[in-house]
């Protein structure tokens, strides 16, 4: 039995026209409320008004923040307003480095064999000599 898997399920539906749902809200409801300001105030004042009321519905409607609506970034600021916030006070804001710090630092990234003093002699020895049998025939 084959089911359809639903595609293109973040995408809204286009319901009035080239508007989502929401966005005809958003624009229904700031048309209202410019109407009744129109209404109960003289046209003088009611401009002051209206134009941040229309501006906030439409930006409400169509404005993203990293491709997100701006009625998230809102909300989203509000809580942040709104929540207890916790400040802690760090007395020493520079801390001594740790001893595991130190140690990385001094270990060499390539480890050396360690030759002993006698070893040491003995192979500068065999290079000398080497060098000067190379020399000689020469």
């Known amino acids: 039995m084959r089911y359809q898997v639903p595609q293109f399920i973040e995408v809204e539906d286009k319901i009035f026209g080239p508007l989502t749902l929401k966005q005809f809200i958003y624009l229904v409801g700031g048309a209202g409320l410019c109407f009744v300001l129109w209404r109960l105030l003289p046209l003088f004042i009611a ?36 929540s207890s916030k916790l400040y802690l006070w760090e007395e020493n804001r520079r801390k001594k480095p740790s001893k595991k710090k130190e140690e990385v630092v001094k270990k060499p990234l390539v480890e050396v064999p360690k030759m002993s003093q006698s070893r040491l002699k003995d192979l500068a020895w065999s290079l000398d000599i080497k060098s000067n049998l190379e020399d000689t025939e020469k």
């Open 47 to 82: 401009v002051f008004f209206i134009a941040p009321v229309a501006a906030f519905s439409i930006a409400l409607a169509f404005y993203k923040i990293n491709n997100r609506p701006l009625i998230d970034t809102i909300e989203y600021a509000f809580k942040y307003g709104l």
